[in-house]
Nanobody, 123 residues
Framework: VQLQASGGGLVQAGDSLNLSCEASGRLYSSSAMYWFRQAPGKEREFVAAIKWGVQTTYYADSVKGRFTISKDSAKNGVQLRMNSLKPDDTAIYLC?????????????????WGKGTLVTVSS
């Protein structure tokens, strides 16, 4: 599975942004797609995930209520809608796949990674 993230950019605090991740290769119903982010000098952290089959979603506390992950079947991928962005959301955002879903949100549990897309939120 190859993953391609897109949609990053420079926005102001309070703005919204929509990220996309397209997958080449089959995503089985037992798979899950994730978004992680990594800010300069910080460790990679979990942002959101969606189980491919049942579309159950999971969020980090820091983004709950502001970010929404959704399945995009037409593009064989996911979208991440980010509202009310804050400067602390500035990071490289990466999509990943766990196949199968393990219930684990650690970066080390992912099977596939895409290259990231940079999101910069100015104050």
């Amino acid at each position: 599975v190859q993953l391609q993230a897109s949609g990053g950019g420079l926005v102001q605090a309070g703005d919204s942004l929509n990220l996309s991740c397209e997958a080449s290769g089959r995503l089985y119903s037992s798979s899950a797609m994730y978004w992680f982010r990594q800010a300069p000098g910080k460790e990679r952290e979990f942002v959101a995930a969606i189980k491919w089959g049942v579309q159950t979603t999971y969020y980090a506390d820091s983004v709950k209520g502001r970010f929404t992950i959704s399945k995009d079947s037409a593009k064989n991928g996911v979208q991440l809608r980010m509202n009310s962005l804050k400067p602390d959301d500035t990071a490289i955002y990466l999509c990943a796949v766990a196949r199968p879903w393990s219930g684990n949100f650690a970066p080390t549990s992912m099977n596939y990674w895409g290259k990231g897309t940079l999101v910069t939120v100015s104050s």
